[in-house]
């Protein structure tokens, strides 16, 4: 059974750093791509960042761009987001989610259950 | 970068059809994905691809394409179908890889 499980989300003061991390498991890690995936309260989904298998191929969202930083470690079958510069509009709950692949269309076939970020002094 | 408009809310009465559509300019390059969103949950994948279901997601979703309007069918619509609902696709804009979001959409059954 596929699973990611957030962690490191928390009350964090503007200006301020944070790590989460994903942990997954049920599945071959290292040759999937992975995103990051906001969403404010009462709000819609904001894609954050993505990462390919390797982590040689990386992407962010202009909003966290130069602030936030995805990464990998596929010997610990973990994706990361160092968050810093946190701003009060970075507030949301925060899910990792894996890409899945068919006839050259990519999708995110599953979800973390997400680790709520608060931003505020 | 793109954006993908819904319809914020629309209702359906018990055992009838809804289609809630999302339309933007990259679903002219590339077919949209659909989640499902429950109060408290996480976003749940129901159709990807052309018109595909992942294991699992009953045969009463359907996806359809027609130029940049991506369409999400409910047919014949269970109570356990009220969620909020979002489309997404990549961003064909820019220079790099995004992905976009639609707005969202509420769907009530009555």
């Known amino acids: 059974e596929v699973q990611l499980v957030e962690s490191g989300g928390g009350l964090v003061q503007p200006g301020g750093s944070l790590r989460l991390s994903c942990a997954a498991s049920g599945f071959t890690f290292s040759s999937y791509e992975m995103n990051w995936v906001r969403q404010a309260p009462g709000k819609g989904l904001e894609w954050v960042s993505y990462i390919s298998s390797s982590g040689s191929t990386i992407y962010y969202a202009d909003s966290v761009k130069g602030r936030f930083t995805i990464s990998r470690d596929n010997a610990k079958n973990s994706l990361y987001l160092q968050m810093n510069s946190l701003r009060a509009e970075d507030t949301a709950v925060y899910y990792c989610?894996?890409?899945?692949?068919?006839?050259?269309?990519?999708?995110?076939?599953?979800w973390g259950q997400g680790t709520l970020v608060t931003v505020s002094s | 970068s793109s954006e993908l408009t819904q319809d914020p809310a629309v209702s359906v009465a018990l055992g009838q059809t809804v289609r809630i559509t999302c339309q933007g300019d990259s679903l002219r390059s590339y077919y949209a994905s659909w989640y499902q969103q429950k109060p408290g949950q996480a976003p749940v994948l129901v159709i990807y691809g052309k018109n595909n279901r992942p294991s699992g997601i009953p045969d009463r979703f359907s996806g359809s394409s027609s130029g940049n309007t991506a369409s999400l069918t409910i047919t014949g619509a269970q109570a356990e179908d009220e969620a909020d609902y979002y489309c997404?696709?990549?961003?064909?804009?820019?220079?790099?890889?995004?992905?976009?979001f639609g707005t969202g959409t509420k769907v009530t059954v009555l």
């Open positions: 997404n696709s990549r961003d064909s804009s820019g220079n790099h890889l995004n992905y976009v």
């Open positions: 989610a894996r890409v899945g692949w068919q006839n050259y269309n990519d999708y995110f076939d599953y």
